[in-house]
């Protein structure tokens, strides 16, 4: 590259503005890992990558600032009007990401999706009945498909109110293997005392687990004594 | 269009994204430290350009720079700045994703009882690599590669190597310098003999070539998020048990869902059950040659027709392969 007579001004140095594109990046993904959204976005596992990704990238941008006002030809490079046009597009879209953060329907997205229909023959640690969360207990119910083995166990499991089409709502969670793109829902049926709450509603549930029959032959379902709204939790994806 | 579903829409979006910077992150580094070790790409031209050898090693290169789809795009682009032979290129462009230490073990974790599905993933993954490098061989790479990429890879090349045609001016490529897409990088070669990039250097083409890939990663994800909010995946998943229509369901799911390649066998187990097993390799075989989140990307590489050439030919192919494993199995 030939370095051009002359110092562009500031804001035109081609190095200064990577330099601010890459830091916006890089507060996209830091903001990410620190406020929480992660949970509701992404398994676990993905979290220490995104934070460790958003700091390198951090590093990155200071070496192009750096870079921009100290080296004679990285400085003297004029960004072009596409590099312009990168700027605003990036600093919008990083913004909007960062000032809008996802809120989610999960009723939504979850009558959209099959059900997760992993098959789990064997399970080699079983909780008692009211330690289970709402997954332990629809994998139990893939391996031990008998509903009369649970009828009158104790449930105290939480969720959110999936509507379901011709029954009435279960209470639900989505499970999700990378992101929320691939979040499959579980859920069990509830006998509601009363009207059903609205969909989306985040519910803790005491109860009894007990038999019905129907069309579909004999299922268990979920009898609640207590049911309480709830907001929905930190971590409201299971893996 | 209610309130709820475009929520859910900008959820998904942000999902797909903030999951795929990171990959998108790994693939530009290991790309500038192949220009870093590797500068001028000697050892990238000495890779076979035998039609079929040529796809061969360069799906093998997969084991050594292991990186899912999207951080794929960075280094098969070096690749082809470099100077490496096209098939070579392109066969690490396809099967990489799939050849690669980490989805391999994903694969198996999530399918432990299925040992046919751990050697038909692999071995899918090297015969549609082969078969597009094949098919995209028909094309000129003028034709095929996208303008700025194209310069930037004439200049690695021997003068012996190109055309009287593209020359131009005494300097190969002396037009380009700074005004490709993602600036001068390979311009050592020019001269002959290839020289170490300096940091700065290695600096600022790496920042504009994450920034200007960034930027495409945005509108894939934005397009898989839309669409898979408004179409409904159950939609896909109701021909299940037919064998050709469940492989063409599952190539459709593929395409929108636009998960990494590290984790769509654990996405897959989840409807696995459901589906043919025809349909369940035709998933993992299609999502990392293409799918909604790469088109963006394919394109900084690839010209629109070879885009098309491309999104046409894994599809066949895929399905070929889905049907002879529904003959088989089923």
């Known amino acids: 590259m030939k370095p051009t007579p002359g110092r562009p001004p500031l804001p035109q140095r081609a190095a200064l503005q990577r330099g601010l594109l890459l830091a916006l990046w890089a507060l996209v993904l830091l903001r990410s890992s620190a406020d929480g959204r992660l949970d509701l976005l992404l398994r676990a596992a993905f979290h220490p990558l995104v934070a460790l990704a958003g700091l390198l990238l951090l590093a990155l941008a200071l070496v192009q600032l750096r870079l921009g006002l100290v080296d004679a030809a990285a400085a003297a490079e004029r960004a072009s009007r596409r590099q312009g046009l990168v700027l605003l597009v990036t600093a919008a879209l990083s913004l909007a990401v960062i000032v809008l953060p996802p809120a989610p329907s999960f009723a939504d997205l979850a009558a959209q999706r099959p059900g997760d229909d992993t098959a789990q023959e064997d399970l080699s640690f079983v909780l008692p009945p009211a330690q289970r969360s709402l997954t332990d207990w629809v994998r139990l119910l893939r391996s031990q498909p008998d509903p009369d083995l649970f009828a009158g166990d104790p449930v105290r499991i939480s969720g959110f109110v999936l509507p379901m089409a011709g029954e009435p709502p279960q209470i639900a969670r989505l499970l999700v293997r990378c992101c929320l793109a691939d979040a499959a829902p579980v859920g069990l049926p509830v006998r509601w005392p009363g009207p059903p709450p609205p969909p989306d509603q985040w519910l803790r549930l005491e109860g009894r687990m007990a038999v019905t029959s129907s069309a579909d032959g004999r299922q268990l379902v979920v009898l609640p004594s207590r049911i309480e709204r709830i907001a929905r939790p930190a971590r409201p994806l299971e893996p | 269009m209610s309130p709820a579903r475009l929520a859910t829409a900008w959820a998904l979006f942000q999902g797909l994204l903030i999951e795929a910077l990171p990959f998108l992150l790994i693939g530009v ?276 027709r070879g885009l098309l050439l491309t999104i046409a030919g894994a599809s066949l192919l895929v399905l070929l392969i889905g049907q002879w494993i529904n003959l088989w199995r089923l």
């Open chain 2, 29 to 304: 580094l290991i790309s500038a430290a192949a220009r870093w070790c590797a500068p001028g790409g000697q050892w990238l031209r000495r890779l076979p350009s035998h039609p079929v050898l040529g796809p061969l090693s360069g799906a093998a290169l997969g084991f050594a720079l292991p990186a899912c789809e999207c951080g794929n795009v960075p280094v098969a682009r070096q690749l082809l700045v470099g100077g490496a032979p096209l098939g070579a290129a392109l066969g690490f462009l396809f099967a990489a994703p799939v050849l690669n230490p980490i989805v391999l073990a994903s694969t198996w974790a999530a399918f432990p009882n299925q040992p046919w599905l751990l050697l038909a993933r692999p071995l899918g993954a090297v015969l549609v690599a082969v078969g597009l490098a094949l098919l995209l061989r028909l094309v000129p790479e003028a034709e095929l590669l996208q303008g700025d990429l194209l310069a930037e890879r004439r200049l690695a090349l021997p003068l012996s190597e190109v055309s009287l045609l593209e020359r131009r001016g005494g300097v190969l490529g002396g037009g380009v310098l700074g005004g490709g897409v993602l600036g001068g990088g390979a311009l050592t070669a020019a001269t002959g003999t290839p020289r170490r990039p300096s940091l700065a250097e290695l600096f600022r083409h790496g920042g504009q070539e994450f920034l200007n890939l960034a930027l495409l990663l945005v509108l894939g994800c934005l397009l898989a998020a839309l669409v898979q909010t408004f179409v409904p995946r159950t939609w896909l998943l109701t021909v299940g048990g037919a064998p050709t229509l469940s492989i063409l369901a599952l190539m459709l799911l593929a395409m929108v869902v636009s998960v990494c390649s590290s984790v769509d066998a654990f996405l897959a187990l989840s409807f696995a059950a459901q589906v043919t097993p025809g349909a369940l390799l035709a998933f993992l075989l299609l999502g990392p040659v293409i799918d909604l989140k790469l088109v963006g990307l394919l394109g900084l590489l690839l010209r629109p």
